[in-house]
């Protein structure tokens, strides 16, 4: 089955960048989306079509594609930040969704 | 605004079946395909399936295919999602959420919380 991999943790000081990359074949293909979920809560997405900011999402957040990898940018990283970053697509028949691993983001 | 406002926790015994809701509201239901996604406790999200509301079509993940059904009721802009055959493996968090363009999700539900133990 069709698998997304991102890096379990990624480690920043505050105000640093923070990226936050997944990876997948289908990528090229199927678009790349992204959402935070804290602890207790739902999650929230982020970023859709690889690189569209819903409204309401704070302009730090950005997101990048090149090839079979998306990235998640997160510019001047704030405490509030840290929580659990989940990447998502669909294979390449576009009829099945998935999601990644998930990658902890630390703000140390 | 749009709100997705899920049932209660539940627990079960192993072989049993749970039955949660999702209501809607905010929106016209029938617009929008409603995705279920669980997370096992400390592990990440797992898609389960969608279904619109609007003709019943329904897409399933390989994983719950046969023991997984999915409805709505329009009159009420409620979704359920009912799973039999519980095993331990399925104590999760189940959500619910709205979903834009077949394939990402805007509005979440709260979550509810499955718990199968004997």
């Known amino acids: 089955s069709y698998e997304l991999t991102q890096p379990p943790s990624v480690s920043v000081s505050p105000g640093q960048t923070a990226r936050i990359t997944c990876s997948g074949d289908?990528?090229?293909?199927?678009?790349g989306y992204w959402y935070q979920q804290k602890p207790g809560q739902a999650p929230v997405m982020l970023i859709y079509?690889?690189?569209e900011r819903p409204s309401g999402i704070p302009e730090r957040f950005s997101g990048s594609t090149s090839g079979t990898t998306v990235t998640l940018i997160i510019s001047g990283v704030q405490a509030e930040d840290e929580a659990d970053y989940y990447c998502q697509s669909s294979d390449s028949s576009g009829a099945y969704v998935v999601f990644g691993g998930g990658t902890r983001l630390t703000v140390l | 605004q749009v709100q997705l406002v899920q049932s209660g926790a539940e627990v079960k015994m192993p072989g049993a079946s749970v039955k949660v809701s999702c209501k809607a509201s905010?929106?016209?239901?029938?617009?929008?395909?409603i995705t279920w996604v669980r997370q096992a406790p400390g592990q990440g999200l797992e898609w389960m399936g969608w279904?619109?509301?609007?003709?019943?079509?329904?897409k399933s993940g390989e994983r719950f295919q046969g023991r997984v059904t999915m409805t709505t009721d329009t009159s009420t802009s409620t979704a359920f999602m009912e799973m039999r055959s519980l095993t331990s493996d399925d104590t999760a968090v189940y959500y619910c959420?709205?979903?834009?363009?077949?394939?990402?999700?805007?509005?979440w539900g709260q979550g509810t919380l499955v718990t199968v133990s004997s």
């Open positions: 279904i619109s509301p609007y003709n019943g079509n329904i």
């Open positions: 079509k690889y690189i």
């Open positions: 959420a709205r979903v834009l363009g077949w394939d990402h999700f805007d509005y």
């Open positions: 289908a990528l090229p293909k199927q678009y």
């Open positions: 905010g929106y016209t239901f029938t617009t929008y395909p």
